[in-house]
């Protein structure tokens, strides 16, 4: 099994552009979740969903959206990329009451 | 407003001997607790969780203690291995409602061989 699959794993964008970064899981759960880890800060939620069709806020939410079509795949998008976006995006998944499987991160850059 | 908090940045311990993590939390909604381990380049990975209704949970070398009136946990790593270097989270959720889970900032481990 892959687990989450997350891409792509770096990049750099300028500021104002708008990229979308995937992620895909394998193991049918219904919980997925995507943060951001900023140094020393910990890992802040952005958005979560509990189902396919079903997303909501997490802490960081302001600059992104999700969407959850399937049950694989949960897609962040950047709309205006800005300097403080910068950081490595973690996504996760889980089954309800169940730890998480997090992806290998994609570290972004915004200049 | 940090609800999970582990106080040392970092820790360094000789190969062999116990190494204790701490966290704090203040949030008494809390639960359900969790210790992720990550390596640099790596997602985090679960290690171990306990539940409130619990007070200990053993796995292998490591063991979580949890003291809700103190609103502490602690993570016990007994050897202590140099594959055990790395960046210790933890994390607390509470029950009903979505699976959200805190984080805390994160304790770096350094085991000496």
């Known amino acids: 099994n892959a687990g989450v699959t997350q891409t792509p794993k770096f990049r750099i964008l300028k500021i104002g552009q708008s990229m979308t970064l995937q992620c895909t899981q394998d193991?049918?759960?219904?919980?997925m979740y995507w943060y951001r880890q900023d140094p020393g800060m910990g890992l802040k939620l952005i958005y979560y969903?509990?189902?396919?069709?079903?997303?909501d806020k997490g802490e960081v939410p302001n600059g992104y959206n999700v969407s959850r079509s399937t049950t694989e795949d949960f897609p962040l998008r950047l709309e205006l990329a800005a300097p403080s976006q910068t950081s490595v995006y973690f996504c996760?998944?889980?089954?309800?009451?169940?730890?998480?499987?997090f992806g290998s991160g994609t570290r972004l850059t915004v200049v | 407003d940090q609800q999970v908090k582990q106080n040392s940045p970092s820790l360094s311990v000789q190969e062999g001997r116990i190494s204790i993590l701490n966290c704090d939390y203040t949030?008494?909604?809390?639960?359900?607790f969790l210790w992720y381990k990550k390596y640099p380049a790596e997602g985090p990975t679960f290690l171990i969780s306990?539940?409130?209704?619990?007070d200990k949970n053993e796995d292998g070398r490591f063991t979580v203690f949890l003291n809700k009136s103190a609103k502490h946990l602690s993570l016990h790593i007994v050897p202590s291995q140099p594959g055990d270097s790395a960046v210790y989270f933890c994390?607390?959720?509470?029950?009903?409602?979505?699976?959200?889970?805190?984080f805390g900032t994160g304790t770096k481990l350094q085991v000496i061989p």
């Open positions: 996760a998944s889980s089954y309800s009451g169940g730890g998480y499987t």
């Open positions: 193991m049918n759960h219904n919980y």
């Open positions: 969903s509990v189902g396919a069709g079903i997303t």
């Open positions: 949030n008494s909604m809390f639960d359900y």
């Open positions: 306990i539940s409130s209704i619990k």
């Open positions: 994390a607390a959720s509470a029950s009903g409602g979505y699976q959200k889970v805190t």
